[in-house]
């Protein structure tokens, strides 16, 4: 009788949550992204109303990609996928960080968001003590909005906690080994997203006294947009009270240059509305607020850009399987760099030269290149256009 009132209170619990009327903050027309500390996921006697309470978020808030941090079980997250499958959902869960610790994951909505690969980043064993040993996870995935097409790397961070000088220490050195990391992607004109729950500030420290480990990426502004920003100072992401009123702003989004003219400028906000729309939200669910963006695609045609005076049409056709045709047209003659790169940012083909003015077509094989979804890059008189590419099996 005893596991009969048991499995009756854990349906109860998960009808209770679901019934809650959670806001929507996404659109079909735009790709909205969030970072969520789901605190402790899967564990103690609270975790299947923690459970029902994320998936009644997820399920109603029309987000498309979430980046969750603190899963601690891996079976609660298993679950929580097959709740969401059918509104369209799936999921990928980052490995153990050792000790049964708190993984790093992400739930996407499949209609929008297509999985390339998703890996825990080689590059930062070696910085696993700065980074608390939560290495950062990155998804990288074929993102489509209105017909627009972009590649998208999202990585997912979890920063060392507390504000004491060895902590502080150890998330200004993961800090300058995620910007090592990103530089090169940056100049190379790649999309990426670094998001998560950074543990500190932006403006400053949440050490008193002490600078922002991320302000790094202050230095060049043109290259790297934190879309959370402007919730330092008084915003809140972290609660330190039962109702979400009073914490710190430490969960954050930030994206590099190849995504700033998409971004819907002033969208970086906290998920604030669940403190209320959740009873004992601070209890019950989690002891951080989500933190939302949105970017609207938008055309890359030449017409969307007449005074550029460089415009990379679509390759022609796409998908292929022998041969496509790289398209672009030059306003003045120019030093022209046309590359076409892997999901990995490998450049797999390149041509440069001098060309004119005018309509120009590069004939490209595919017989060297595996199926899947490539960026082909153009640069010439300092301006760069990107377009993506799909080899068909």
């Known amino acids: 009788m005893r596991v009969l009132l ?18 929507a903050k996404g659109t079909e027309a735009t790709f909205d992204i969030a970072s969520w500390n789901v605190e402790n996921f899967g564990q103690g006697s609270g975790a299947a109303t923690e ?5 009644a978020v997820i399920r109603q808030a029309d987000i498309d990609l979430w980046a969750l941090q603190e899963v601690v079980d891996p079976r609660d997250f298993v679950d929580l996928v097959d709740d969401l499958r059918g509104d369209g959902y799936n999921g990928v869960l980052g490995p153990d960080p050792g000790g049964g610790g708190q993984r790093l994951a992400y739930i996407y909505n499949e209609s929008v968001v297509t999985l390339v690969a998703a890996r825990t980043i080689p590059d930062f064993n070696g910085d696993s003590f700065a980074f608390a040993g939560r290495i950062p996870y990155e998804f990288r995935a074929s993102v489509t909005v209105g017909g627009e097409t972009r590649s998208i790397r999202f990585i ?15 998330r200004v050195d993961a800090a300058n080994a995620l910007k090592d990391y990103l530089d090169p992607l940056e100049d190379q004109g790649l999309a990426i997203v670094l998001l998560g729950d950074y543990n500190d500030r932006l403006n400053q420290s949440t050490r008193s006294g002490f600078l922002s480990p991320y302000r790094p990426f202050f230095v060049r502004e043109d290259e790297y947009t934190f879309a959370t920003r402007s919730l330092d100072p008084d915003g809140v992401t972290f609660c330190s009270n039962s109702s979400c009123t009073s914490g ?4 954050h989004i930030m994206f590099t240059s190849a995504l700033t003219a998409e971004y819907e400028a002033g969208s970086g906000e906290a998920f604030a509305e669940l403190a209320s729309a959740i009873p004992s939200y601070r209890s019950t669910t989690a002891d951080h607020l989500p933190v939302l963006a949105r970017f609207a695609f938008r055309s890359t045609s030449a017409e969307a850009d007449p005074e550029a005076g460089l415009a990379l049409r679509p390759p022609a056709p796409s998908p292929f399987r022998e041969a496509t045709a790289l398209r672009f047209r030059l306003d003045a003659p120019a030093d022209v760099r046309l590359d ?3 999901v990995l940012g490998r450049r797999v083909a390149s041509v440069t030269g001098a060309y004119g003015a005018g309509e120009h077509a590069v004939s490209l094989d595919g017989a060297a290149l595996a199926p899947g979804l490539y960026v082909v890059r153009l640069a010439a008189g300092g301006a760069v256009r990107t377009r993506t590419l799909v080899r068909s099996r």
Do not use: E
């Not at 048991?6 to 806001?23: D, K, N, R, W, Y």
């Not at 459970?51 to 998936?55: E, H, I, P």
């Not at 997912?156 to 507390?162: E, L, P």
């Not at 710190?248 to 969960?251: A, E, L, T, V, W």
């Open 6 to 23: 048991t499995a009756a209170l854990a349906v109860f619990l998960a009808l209770g949550a679901s019934a809650q009327t959670i806001p």
């Open 248 to 251: 710190s702003p430490i969960d």
């Open 340 to 342: 076409v790169l892997d």
């Open 156 to 170: 997912n961070i979890h920063a060392k906690a507390f504000s004491d000088a060895a902590s502080y220490n150890r």
């Open 51 to 55: 459970r029902a309470n994320v998936a």
